[in-house]
Each structure stands twice: as C-alpha cells, then as structure tokens.
C-alpha cells in the first residue's frame, strides 16, 4: 500500500520524502486548502520547487484544494487548480463536484482523487463521481468498518484510500458547522476549524480554562495537559456528568488493522498532520513504514512509538473496531 504523508510546509515536505513517503499531500496558503492557518502551507514558488525535489526520487505531489466553492468566488479554486496542474502535481484532492468539473473538462489527463470532505461512503456515491469525473481514488470517510470498505472494495471503479494515523474527526465530513457556530469561519468553506484567532486560555480558581469564541471548551487542573479547543473535543456537562460529549482527545491509529485493509482492497494510507511539526511527521512517517513490511509482533512494538506522538497520548483505530450497528 501507498504511504500518503502531510506536509504543512517544505521543511516538513523534505521531512516526509526523507523518512520514505511514496506521496506527500500538502496545500496552498489560502482558502481553497482545509488547513488554511498562519504559517501553514506552501506558495507558488514553494510547491514548485516541492516538486522538483521529489519527482527524481519518485515521490509524488498531492495538492489538496479540499474545501467547498463560494458562489461568486470561484475564481480562486480555479486558479489554484490552474497552477497546481501547471505546476505538475500528480494529483488534485477535491471535494467541491463544481471544481471536480472543471479540473475534469479542463485537463482531462489529470488525475483526481476525491477528498475525504467530499464524504463518499457508499457505492452509488462514489460510482458517479468516478463516472461524471474520471476520479481515480476516493479518500473514504473515517465511520467505515473494514467490511464496509472490503464490501465498496469489491463494487467500485477506483483506488480507495483511508485514514491510517493522526487526527480523527467523527462528524459527517466535509458537513461540520461546529467551528462555524461558534467562530463564524468554516472548515469548510474558509478552510479553518478552530481558528487559533478564536482561541483563549484564562486561570480561574486554580484551573485552565480553555475557550473558543465565546465557548467555554475544556478546565484543566493544575499540572494537567491542556488540549487545543475543538468543539467535537469539548468537554461538556450532559445529564449532570462532565464528560467528553462528541469525542475523545485521541489520535487514530490502525496500525492492527494494516494487513486486513490490503486484504479489503485499499491500496493507500493516509497519515494526518499538516499541522504538525517536521519532527512529528518524521517520526510517524518512518514508523508506519517500518509498519508495512513488519511482522505483528514487531507492529505492537511500533504501535507503542506512536502512541507517544497521539493526541492525549491515547490512540483508537475507530469505527474499524465498531461493534454498534
């Protein structure tokens, strides 16, 4: 299987090449990219020469323009798709079937593959993009059980990709208003969830309190470790109980599971983190290669590597364990 890995900037772009990716995934610096913070991402000139560096060591470019068009704004997709095909990249991620369209009627021998945010799950779903569009991969949603997948796997005309490590969002993708509720700017759309603009940590009686927008998010107690305020990972008080209401702060991980997802047909991992730091992504990426070839006794020794670089420190291989209907 393909190692997909991020990059949120071209230190951590040479980081990944460096640690053995067979794809590096990364964005422009503006809001046609679902990681659109400050000091994230890649310009013109960046992604140019990202490119040269990889092309001769076989390494290929993804440019993710993963967020959905606004009407009368359209003009920023399409030139960003205009550049990034300019530029070479082997593939374009998109979510938006307005920009599937014209990167499709436009330049018909480049190659897309359909973003998670596109939130394609089933076989009907993903049959008509393949049909409409010529799109080569779908990046599945991250609710799938490994015989959902195996099921897609074996009905579908195109390569399929999945979430392998980092962070996991269980709302429906590509249709979470939670930051745009409290925040007034969309994942989305404006490619920010949770901006840091929007952040805010206070002491109040010996504790942390962490808020977004006018939301109180998380408290901490003294000494405790203090997550970042996403609303999906707030804790909240339900029927007198505080607890953790959508999510847990935890990390993805199906390191288990590597070898019954080639079994189901999936034939691409895919690592989170192009909001992580060239070391993060140096690390997780030369350990889920290690992990590819490794035995299972070697993987539950990898597996403890990558807990330590999980959010919360705890990690969960998700719906891919799912025992509810």
């Known amino acids: 299987m393909e190692l997909i890995c991020p990059a949120g900037t071209p230190a951590a772009f040479a980081e990944a090449v460096s640690a053995g990716a067979d794809a590096v995934y990364c964005g422009f610096r503006d809001e046609t990219n679902a990681r659109n913070f400050p000091g994230l991402n890649f310009s013109r000139e960046e992604l140019s ?8 060591k076989g ?25 990034a095909v300019r530029l070479g990249a082997d593939a374009l991620i998109l979510a938006d079937i307005g920009l599937m369209a014209y990167v499709a009627e436009r330049y018909p021998k480049q190659r897309i593959h359909v973003s998670v945010q596109a ?9 008509f993009l393949v049909e409409a569009f010529a799109a080569k991969r779908v990046v599945l949603p991250r609710i799938l059980t490994i015989a959902e997948i195996t099921k897609l796997a074996r ?11 980092g962070g996991l969002c269980v709302m429906a993708e ?11 700017k969309s994942p989305n759309m404006n490619g920010v969830c949770s901006p840091a603009s929007h952040v805010k ?11 977004l927008g006018d939301y109180v998010i998380n408290r901490f107690e003294e000494g405790q470790a203090a997550g970042y305020p996403t609303l999906c990972k707030g804790r909240f008080t339900v029927d007198k109980d505080d607890a953790y209401a959508f999510e847990d702060p935890v ?12 079994d189901a047909g999936v034939v691409a991992l895919k690592i989170e983190g192009r909001q992580r730091g060239k070391a993060y992504v140096a690390q ?11 035995t299972a006794d070697e993987r539950s020794q990898l597996l403890k590597v990558l807990s330590s670089l999980s959010e919360g420190q705890k990690t969960t291989s998700g719906a891919l364990d799912k025992k509810w209907r």
């Open 119 to 127: 939130s394609a799950s089933n076989v009907d779903a993903i049959a």
């Open 201 to 211: 940590y206070r002491q109040e009686a010996g504790t942390m309190v962490s808020e």
């Open 155 to 165: 009905r579908v005309k195109c390569e399929l990709e999945v979430f392998a490590f």
């Open 174 to 184: 590509g249709r979470c208003s939670l930051s745009s509720y409290a925040t007034g």
């Open 59 to 83: 390494v290929k470019t993804f440019v993710a323009l993963n967020t959905f068009m606004r009407a009368g704004d359209e003009r920023l997709w399409y030139q960003a798709a205009d550049d």
């Open 251 to 262: 990390s993805l991980d199906v390191l288990g599971h590597i070898d019954a997802l080639r």
């Open 284 to 294: 997780v990426v030369s350990t889920m290669k290690m992990a590819l070839t490794a």
């Open 49 to 56: 020469q990202a490119l040269r560096m990889a092309k001769p």
